[in-house]
């Protein structure tokens, strides 16, 4: 077990997860418009094989099934992207714990409910797009509900969530302003309560979400150019604010309280942080060429303190290169960062931040659509853990008949999967976007691996391990079923033909799988026991395999 611990590594040891130029670049080249580039456009609209379209939805969907894997053949990805953008959400977050009555008195001082919520829309909501994007959004936005105060925490992690899942195909503007004014990030980065400075005593503003606000939601700490690459003054970096600039921008985020005083049930957690105006600084600020003049409410220092940030140069490429990680691959080249940065500048109709326009840019980019990257070596991520989970269960048909959803919190690397959604250990997520794993050949090659972050050999056993006990048994009531996959497991190299495709878009070598056929034709095949054995048995093979694990 130790040594199929490494196997991963070993994989993406020679350099998988892909090379960028995105940290030296002075410029990328780039068109704008909704097609995301040159080329793009005929990749939306081209005839797909089976292993193409199972590659396409591996980075465009949270999971997808042999069905879907079909139908998009018969389609076009250009199809395929209008109809998920056009989808209304099937329930919210919110919506879920209402209908399964976690709003009961007995759970206000409980976050019971929280994993429930998470896995019925990632395993079972149709809108597959957009919760891939959602989840996405929740690794660069964060909020933890591990890390929020007060009473119906899974409620005010629901509001949460549905403001990102809301504005995962809207723009990005209004996906600022959501965030800015829902209680979940007030609480989580401490600035609900926050009040005007006090020169008697001394105390400042809270100072958490003006930095974060900027660090890790919209600018980053050093300018950088439209390719994503640095911009450099006498050879070093040019950082985008300092100390006093946050000091500044913490004075906005004054007077923020709840909507409503009543805590009795939930209902103030979906709603607007509103200001308690005798709390809110009045004077004047200036950062960032921000300047919001004395006098100006709360509101109005909100708006122009969020438009200045949006309209920063960074948040394009800053906002492009991180969807691009999450979506395709680790380390993009500077051209690809740079158009799809040039889309969300600027969608082909004048309009800056449309989520659409950009996400249509990530996935059709002739980068992204290039079937020789298959075999590239500096290209690719490394699937993330509850990705894998989810993507297993939407392949084969898993359901909760009374939506209990008993997966949990997924978080331990000693016996599950080393990461939980909503669970994020800080508002640097489980693993940052420019983390390189130290002493190996990523690290060598100047390349970063965001999820091994998370990725270690023992967290590898404890994946393993609990991927094999779900695969097998499920968790309580949520199973798989493998109908289809009994119908051909008599023959073993059949088997991994289809699991291969729908799992790994065909990307497991024949090398690989003809290991993995010999250790399937140990497993007789005369009983349901045994074909059972044998599917349980190829499906850990395949989902523990290198060749899996790193997604090109």
């Not at 606000?213 to 439209?226: A, H, K, V, W």
């Not at 940065?341 to 449309?354: E, I, K, L, P």
């Not at 990725?455 to 991927?467: D, F, G, H, K, R």
Request: proline share 5%.
């Amino acid at each position: 077990m130790a040594a199929m611990a490494t196997l991963p590594l070993a994989a993406c040891g020679g350099g998988g997860g892909g090379a960028s130029t995105a940290g030296t670049s002075s410029g990328g080249s780039g068109n704008g418009g909704t097609g995301g580039g040159s080329g793009a456009g005929a990749a939306g609209s081209a005839a797909l094989s089976a292993a193409q379209a199972s590659r396409f939805l591996a980075q465009a969907a949270i999971g997808y099934g042999k069905a879907d894997i079909t139908a998009l053949t018969a389609g076009t990805i250009d199809a395929w992207l209008s109809s998920q953008f056009s989808m209304p959400r099937p329930q919210k977050f919110w919506d879920f714990l209402l209908a399964n009555g976690y709003d009961a008195a007995a759970n206000i001082h409980t976050t019971n409910g929280m994993d429930p919520m998470v896995w019925s829309q990632l395993m079972g909501s149709s809108d597959v797009l957009r919760q891939r994007v959602g989840l996405a959004l929740l690794d660069q936005w964060v909020v933890s509900v591990d890390g929020l105060s007060g009473d119906w925490r899974a409620f005010t992690m629901a509001a949460y969530l549905d403001v990102l899942w809301d504005n995962a195909f809207g723009n990005y503007r209004d996906l600022m302003e959501g965030v800015s004014t829902s209680v979940a990030m007030g609480l989580y980065l401490t600035f609900l309560g926050s009040v005007k400075a006090n020169p008697a005593t001394g105390s400042i503003p809270d100072e958490n979400y003006a930095r974060e606000l900027m660090q890790l939601f919209t600018i980053g700490l050093y300018q950088l150019n439209m390719d994503g690459s640095q911009g450099l003054s006498g050879g070093s970096p040019v950082p985008t604010y300092a100390q006093a600039d946050v000091s500044q921008h913490a004075r906005v985020w004054t007077g923020y309280t709840y909507a409503a005083t009543d805590g009795s049930t939930p209902d103030r957690l979906k709603q607007p942080m509103t200001v308690n105006a005798a709390e809110h600084e009045s004077g004047a600020s200036s950062f960032l060429d921000i300047d919001i003049p004395t006098g100006a409410d709360a509101a109005t220092a909100r708006k122009l303190a969020l438009d200045g940030l949006f309209n920063h140069a960074n948040v394009p490429p800053f906002v492009s290169r991180q969807l691009i990680q999450h979506l395709v691959t680790s380390n993009p080249s500077a051209a690809y960062i740079s158009r799809v940065a040039q889309v969300f500048a600027d969608n082909g109709s004048g309009v800056r931040g449309d989520m659409q326009a950009v996400i249509r840019a990530v996935l059709t980019d002739p980068e992204a659509r290039d079937d020789s990257q298959v075999s590239s070596t500096t290209f690719g991520r490394l699937r993330e853990p509850v990705v894998r989970l989810v993507q297993w269960a939407r392949a084969y048909g898993v359901t909760s008949p009374t939506e209990a959803w008993p997966f949990g919190n997924t978080s331990s690397s000693a016996n599950r999967l080393g990461e939980g959604v909503g669970h994020a250990p800080s508002v640097f997520n489980w693993f940052r976007p420019g983390y390189t794993p130290p002493g190996t050949a990523i690290a060598a090659a100047g390349l970063v691996a965001p999820e091994f972050q998370v990725t270690s050999e023992p967290s590898l056993i404890a994946y393993v391990n609990y991927m094999q006990a779900v695969i097998a048994n499920g968790a309580g009531e949520a199973k798989a079923d493998y109908s289809a996959l009994a119908a051909i497991a008599g023959d073993s190299q059949a088997l991994l033909d289809e699991l291969n495709l729908v799992l790994a878009a065909n990307q497991i070598s024949p090398a690989t799988v003809a290991q993995m056929k010999t250790a399937l034709d140990t497993i007789a095949t005369g009983t349901s026991a045994g074909l059972t054995n044998r599917i349980v048995a190829g499906l850990v093979l395949v989902m523990a395999a290198p060749e899996y694990l790193v997604m090109r």
